[in-house]
């Protein structure tokens, strides 16, 4: 018998109890988690801090702000989603109604990286609660200041028969996975992915998978170099390029090159000085295996900005390598580190051959100034979400769904798309009983008249 059997037990017997279905219990949990979020504060900045060497702005930008965010859109706008949705109904199914019901899963587990640790576990748990659900947390064993935090607030917070954490790493995760579960929502690698799904897969338990890949940053001949340098150096070295949307690669127009690389190189230093390894305020690679893998590539092709790299504190420096090959281990793996490759085109279509090469990105950046163009790239190359002009910010839009395509995941969530991915819409149809049709039943003599 798995130690986690009594656990699942007893959120279901939680769940079925009914309690988790009114509006005002979940309310009062989502404000119970804000409350929570806002107690712990300062704890949340020090094991950050701690576990990555995130800053404050950081952290506020894309961890705790980013959920106060969700939290109060979700509060404002929860009553609307629950309600019950009413549809047409066709002539041939006269006098009856038809409705689609927002019914919650039941017990939710949710599994979640090291990269983003506090976003990237409640994030999908505010979508938990709003729908109605139980929940089962199983954060990143390689962040420990957080998730012991995470285990910490949620505990002083919520009953365990409602919400609770599991720490551990692939087999205690591979153990919640055998659990009669009701939905499972993944972030990670692909290859755990994989295993997600095929766990999943014996039960036919839901899920969303939220992966990864290689994103690429497309800047053509007419873009605005200067725009397109800064947005590139603040998507990628914000906390140290260790984030699913990241540009992985810098796919640039063979004729503006230069400009651009220089321009790079200026907006680096404008924000992390001159050593960003002595900064202070730079984030660090997760752990030794992560750092020494990124710093295997830096033995290929030719670095032109940065390169140099602290061990002992985990470091590396905002990184550029040109003259490097398609077939090269740098642009056949995600990177997931600031390692910036440069690669370049001369046509558009040549664009297209290279990122099919990578299959389905999570996310896809495009620079230019010609409107034909970017509706071009939108229509024709597929990946899960992305920007014109900008990187990562239709992250931070809740009203945009969030999620890969393919290798990059399935499912999408934030906003009001969170409370649908832990909903199951259950359609009912609602028969009068004043009367009957007589066309539907067989050997009928009647025609449509009524009975
Ligand atoms: P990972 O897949 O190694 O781990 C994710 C979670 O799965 C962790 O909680 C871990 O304990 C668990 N896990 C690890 N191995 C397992 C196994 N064999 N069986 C079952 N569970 C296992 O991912 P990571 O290294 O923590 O995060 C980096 C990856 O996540 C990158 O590929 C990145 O692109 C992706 N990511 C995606 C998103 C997104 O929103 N799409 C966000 C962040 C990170």
Redo the contacts with the bound molecule.
Sequence with gaps: MSQFENLVQSQKEMFRAGKTMTYTYRIHQLQKLQEMLNRYEPRIYESLHKDLNKSTYEVLTTEFGFLQQEINYTIKYLREWMQPKKVKTPASHKGAKSLIYKQPYGVTLI??????PLH?AIAPLIGAIAAGNTAII?????TPYTSDLIEEMIKETFEEKYITVVQG??EI??EL?DQSLDYIFF????P?GK??MEKASKQLIPITL???GKSPCIVDRDAKVEYAARRIVWGKFVNAGQT?VAPDYLLVHESIKEKLLNQIKTEIEKMYGSNPLQSGEYTKIVNDTHFDRLSQYLNEGHISVGGETDRTNRLINPTLIEQLDWDSKIMQD?I?GPLLPVMTFNELEEVYDHVEQSRNP?ALYYFSENEKNQEWIVRNISFGGGCINDTMMHLGNNQLPFG?IGTS?IGKYHGKYSFETFTHEKSVLKQTTAFDLAFRYPNSKMGRKIL
């Design positions: 599994i979640s990286p090291w990269n983003y990237l199983k954060p990143s064993e390689l790493g692939p995760s591979q996975l972030t990670g690698s692909v755990v295993i997600v939220e992966l990864g699913c995600e997931f999570l890969g995941g």
